[in-house]
């Protein structure tokens, strides 16, 4: 059995996912109250608006994530949130899953924001309007404005990066049918934005998907350094009272794999009992063992 975390029902959220879950339907609701009620459009203040435009505020980098362009791109994106980050803040925590979630997505705003600066900085200069459309000629700087991005999609990413490196080898079910590994679920996700990137033929913010994942990368193995240090400094440290007289030789390979066997199979025991009680069914040691080697991947 290959290692895999099966994320549970609402009730056993942790704190985190289960507020984000919250805050972004009650935006998603309020932006429909609001455009219906008093035809305001919440996305023209609390959308990410291009950085040379009128209406961009820095408040928007945080704001924007909070804001849906529709019902299924609120639902996909808070399944995902639910799915990998329900795993991702049991094992690492809520106040380090929060800061993770924050800097992906913010990441995400400013990857975004220096792709469509590249993009046209430049492009206007010397003219005063734009054709959007066969028929319809608008102001430069209303155009500007209109460059607006909504969603929580560049922190999901973030966390899909942060599942496929703590659990790369544990099954995700696309479509729910075809099984693949997580690590290759998130290069291939990864290739796919990339791409589409490039090609610009929708109005999806691949970059900022990229941005996040990117942003999130840097995050993990920036706290994968400082944690490695922090523990040489513990070990030399403690080699200043070495007792030489017990000292053993390395171990075999023999003694190494085995002891790896070991592990994986108490692991695949842990995540069968999170199956099928749940995270919260695991004694301290079991959660121990469980964070501890999600460290070695």
Same mark, same amino acid.
């Given at each position: 059995?290959?290692?895999?975390?099966?994320?549970?029902?609402?009730?056993?959220?942790?704190?985190?996912?289960?507020?984000?879950?919250?805050?972004?339907?009650?935006?998603?609701?309020?932006?429909?109250?609001?455009?219906?009620?008093?035809?305001?459009?919440?996305?023209?203040?609390?959308?990410?608006?291009?950085?040379?435009?009128?209406?961009?505020?820095?408040?928007?980098?945080?704001?924007?994530?909070?804001?849906?362009?529709?019902?299924?791109?609120?639902?996909?994106?808070?399944?995902?949130?639910?799915?990998?980050?329900?795993?991702?803040?049991?094992?690492?925590?809520?106040?380090?899953?929060?800061?993770?979630?924050?800097?992906?997505?913010?990441?995400?705003?400013?990857?975004?924001?220096?792709?469509?600066?590249?993009?046209?900085?430049?492009?206007?200069?010397?003219?005063?309007?734009?054709?959007?459309?066969?028929?319809? !000629?608008?102001?430069?700087?209303?155009?500007?404005?209109?460059?607006?991005?909504?969603?929580?999609?560049?922190? !999901?990413?973030?966390?899909?990066?942060?599942?496929?490196?703590?659990?790369?080898?544990?099954?995700?079910?696309?479509?729910?049918?075809?099984?693949?590994?997580?690590?290759?679920?998130?290069?291939?996700?990864?290739?796919?934005?990339?791409?589409?990137?490039?090609?610009?033929?929708?109005?999806?913010?691949?970059?900022?998907?990229?941005?996040?994942?990117?942003?999130?990368?840097?995050?993990?193995?920036?706290?994968?350094?400082?944690?490695?240090?922090?523990?040489?400094?513990?070990?030399?440290?403690?080699?200043?009272?070495?007792?030489?007289?017990?000292?053993?030789?390395?171990?075999?390979?023999?003694?190494?794999?085995?002891?790896?066997?070991?592990?994986?199979?108490?692991?695949?025991?842990?995540?069968?009992?999170?199956?099928?009680?749940?995270?919260?069914?695991?004694?301290?040691?079991?959660?121990?063992?469980?964070?501890?080697?999600?460290?070695?991947?």
């Amino acid at each position: 059995m290959e290692n895999q975390f099966r994320p549970q029902g609402f009730s056993i959220l942790p704190l985190v996912v289960k507020n984000l879950l919250i805050i972004n339907g009650i935006f998603f609701l309020a932006t429909i109250a609001m455009d219906t009620v008093w035809h305001v459009d919440l996305a023209k203040y609390f959308g990410l608006h291009y950085i040379g435009a009128s209406d961009f505020r820095p408040y928007q980098f945080v704001t924007y994530m909070f804001m849906h362009g529709s019902f299924a791109h609120l639902f996909f994106n808070m399944f995902a949130l639910w799915m990998f980050g329900n795993a991702i803040e049991n094992t690492w925590g809520s106040k380090r899953f929060l800061i993770y979630y924050m800097v992906c997505g913010i990441g995400a705003g400013l990857v975004q924001e220096l792709v469509q600066y590249i993009q046209y900085a430049d492009a206007f200069v010397g003219y005063d309007r734009v054709r959007i459309s066969a028929n319809q !000629v608008v102001a430069v700087a209303d155009y500007l404005n209109m460059l607006t991005t909504v969603g929580a999609s560049g922190a !999901v990413y973030g966390i899909l990066l942060a599942f496929g490196m703590t659990w790369p080898n544990s099954r995700i079910y696309i479509y729910f049918a075809i099984p693949i590994k997580a690590k290759w679920f998130v290069i291939i996700y990864g290739l796919l934005e990339l791409f589409s990137g490039f090609r610009g033929v929708d109005n999806v913010a691949h970059f900022a998907h990229l941005g996040g994942m990117i942003f999130g990368l840097i995050l993990i193995l920036y706290w994968r350094r400082d944690e490695f240090k922090w523990t040489s400094k513990f070990r030399i440290k403690r080699n200043k009272d070495f007792d030489y007289q017990s000292y053993s030789r390395p171990k075999s390979d023999e003694q190494f794999n085995q002891e790896r066997a070991d592990d994986q199979k108490k692991i695949d025991e842990i995540l069968d009992k999170i199956s099928k009680n749940g995270y919260e069914s695991l004694t301290k040691e079991e959660k121990d063992f469980l964070f501890k080697q999600s460290k070695k991947d």
